[in-house]
């Protein structure tokens, strides 16, 4: 390690040390912080080596977060050899938490449904195990745009029951939108989400880049529909076409010109890109919000413990001050 990774890594863990004596001392935090696996799965871990899952875990706690999101669920934790009995022993010794995890299907098949239920019961039994109350919902696969209101009103319909299945486990599952691919994208689409479920039984979970990539007003969409927050991804963007492939550390290339390269390119730490974190930051604490906000990253140009680090200090300077 670089001499000035290791002296961000240590002011890094001195900062979380000090902000998990002053949640002590002066009761809980509105917020949680946590990281997504994904970075690691996607750009880190090479498939065909033994995944340091605890390397990653050290990073998490080292750069002051509370915990992460899972990804890749049900399979993730048998295919990098971390058995829940030993997840739970590792998360312990760091003081650390599952948030959520990630949860899809084809929501908008009728003949996927019954499947669906039954992986959303055993997905609430590892939540509630964890002490987790969220789940971050992904949407179907795209359509036809004319047919887009026709599938989500029928994947709307199943979201509602959805949210009385989860409910049976004090768990609260929210729409994660997603730019690339999927039936929830655009300013209308996550509008017209939101207005086809019932709010007491399904919630929203938004992603801050993929908003933005979608074409929508992210600040707009928070201030009127914060209400219905459950979960969120913070992710900065700032939007750079891939005009040459992109490397990856885990050996894979994003070919130059398609859409997952331009999305990693895209991909800033806090406080680099064009979203304005302290005016959604407002809108929480109008809504009084408890409860985790992740950061999402999908590609980081030097490490992760470099990106965790600055946007863990983005957090103290810029929106800590806003609410916490």
Request: net charge positive; aromatic share 10%.
């Amino acid at each position: 390690m670089r001499r000035r990774e290791w002296l961000a890594a240590c002011a890094a863990a001195l900062g979380g040390a000090r902000e998990r004596l002053s949640a002590q001392a002066g009761g809980d935090r509105n917020l949680r912080w946590a990281v997504s696996m994904f970075l690691w799965t996607s750009t880190i871990w090479r498939d065909t080596e033994p995944a340091p899952f605890t390397e990653m875990l050290d990073v998490i706690k080292d750069t002051g977060f509370d915990g992460f999101r899972l990804t890749g669920w049900p399979d993730s934790l048998d295919k990098y050899g971390m058995p829940v009995p030993v997840l739970e022993k590792e998360l312990s010794k760091r003081g650390l938490q599952i948030a959520t995890l990630s949860f899809g299907g084809q929501a908008d098949e009728p003949a996927e449904q019954p499947r669906i239920i039954e992986s959303a019961r055993k997905a609430c039994e590892l939540l509630k195990r964890f002490g987790a109350t969220e789940l971050a919902v992904f949407s179907p696969r795209r359509v036809n745009k004319v047919l887009v209101r026709e599938h989500l009103r029928r994947a709307c319909e199943f979201y509602n029951r959805l949210g009385e299945v989860c409910a049976e486990y004090g768990v609260r599952p929210g729409l994660h939108n997603h730019s690339q691919g999927q039936l929830v994208e655009s300013q209308d689409e996550v509008e017209l989400l939101l207005a086809l479920t019932d709010p007491k039984r399904f919630h929203w979970a938004p992603d801050t880049i993929h908003l933005y990539l979608g074409g929508c007003d992210v600040v707009g969409l928070f201030e009127k529909h914060g209400h219905r927050l459950v979960f969120m991804d913070y992710v900065d963007v700032k939007y750079v076409y891939a005009a040459q492939d992109l490397r990856l550390p885990n050996g894979k290339v994003e070919t130059a010109g398609t859409h997952n390269a331009t999305f990693m390119l895209s991909n800033q730490d806090l406080g680099d890109g064009v979203l304005d974190f302290p005016a959604l930051h407002r809108v929480l604490r109008r809504n009084r919000y408890r409860g985790w906000i992740c950061i999402d990253h999908h590609y980081t140009p030097i490490s992760p413990r470099h990106s965790f680090t600055r946007c863990r200090a983005y957090i103290r300077q810029k929106l800590e001050p806003v609410y916490r």
